[in-house]
């Protein structure tokens, strides 16, 4: 029998009219929303990583990968290199750091905290611009300063032109905090005399303002045979300018000690040393040769003392 005849066939591009018969009309196509989709999905997708990576990043940077990375970052950006054991952050938490130490070779400098702890202190309020510190407390703190053998002691004249010439410290205008210390070593060591060993079992210095330092600390001195003692309550004031620039020789003092057989030449030169402007010896020749320092109250600012 014969093949029966093909069916023809569907053209999908025609549709029938109301007369049945096939006429031509265009195909819409319908948008082409899959890319769009997916650009979005992508885009919030990375929006969400960005916001995962933001909060989990005090964690992050806890780690050992990262404290060594944020330690790279602050040695890239300081004199002296620093060092972090052990880092643990939090955006709304405390803060804290155990086995902290910075070395400053070309000044003679070696800074040792066994711990750092600032319990009020949280890295959101500091992103969203407070200065509040709250109280931060260092526990095992050694010192070390060592005056290089072949430096130069400079003149005051030369301390005033280094001064004056070096870009001036500065710090937020609203930074305020308390510092508290617990079980501080402190060595200082000069060509020409022997070593000045303190030993402070604990300190605190307040700074509710810029303007405004209150200190007290109790420390026991040794230096070969001679040993002495001091306590040093006082107030620091204007050391830092409106702007948070500091102003050492502008700074007033009100101190009221209470010493015996401190090792004023020693400490004359550490000091003279630290502070540019003051007068090498000068510390040292106000209570007399060989005499120790007698208690009482002292008052005045930086520029008086030296220019005495």
């Given amino acids: 029998m014969p093949d029966p005849p093909a069916e023809p066939a569907i053209d999908l591009t025609t549709r029938p009219d109301h007369h049945g018969l096939g006429v031509e009309h265009p195909v819409e196509e319908k948008p082409k929303r899959g890319a769009l989709r997916r650009l979005v999905r992508i885009g919030v997708l990375l929006l969400v990583l960005l916001v995962l990576l933001t909060a989990l990043a005090p964690m992050l940077l806890s780690t050992g990968p990262g404290t060594r990375l944020l330690v790279s970052v602050v040695n890239d950006r300081i004199d002296g290199e620093l060092a972090v054991g052990d880092l643990q952050l939090s955006w709304l938490g405390g803060q804290r750091a155990v086995g902290v130490a910075y070395i400053d070779t070309s000044r003679g400098v070696r800074v040792d905290i066994g711990d750092v702890d600032a319990p009020d202190l949280s890295l959101l309020d500091l992103l969203t611009g407070s200065r509040r510190l709250g109280t931060i407390t260092a526990t095992d703190v050694d010192v070390l300063y060592e005056e290089p053998q072949e430096r130069a002691r400079p003149t005051q004249r030369d301390q005033r032109a280094a001064v004056a010439e070096k870009k001036p410290f500065q710090l937020p205008p609203t ?117 120790p320092v007698a208690d009482g109250v002292v008052k005045g600012t930086v520029s008086e003392l030296s220019a005495e």
Avoid at 244 to 262: E, F, K, L
């Fill in 175 to 291: 930074l305020s905090g308390s510092l508290v210390v617990d079980d501080v070593r402190m060595a200082y060591s000069a060509p020409g005399i022997e070593p000045v060993v303190l030993t402070m079992p604990s300190g605190t210095l307040d700074m509710p303002n810029l303007r405004e330092i209150v200190f007290d600390f109790d420390a026991a001195l040794k230096q070969g045979g001679t040993t002495g003692a001091a306590t040093l309550k006082g107030s620091l004031l204007n050391l830092f300018d409106p702007d948070g620039v500091i102003q050492p020789m502008q700074a007033a003092y009100d101190v009221t000690s209470v010493v015996d057989g401190v090792p004023t030449e020693a400490l004359d030169r550490f000091v003279s040393g630290m502070v540019g402007g003051l007068r090498p010896g000068m510390l040292a020749a106000l209570p007399g040769e060989g005499e």
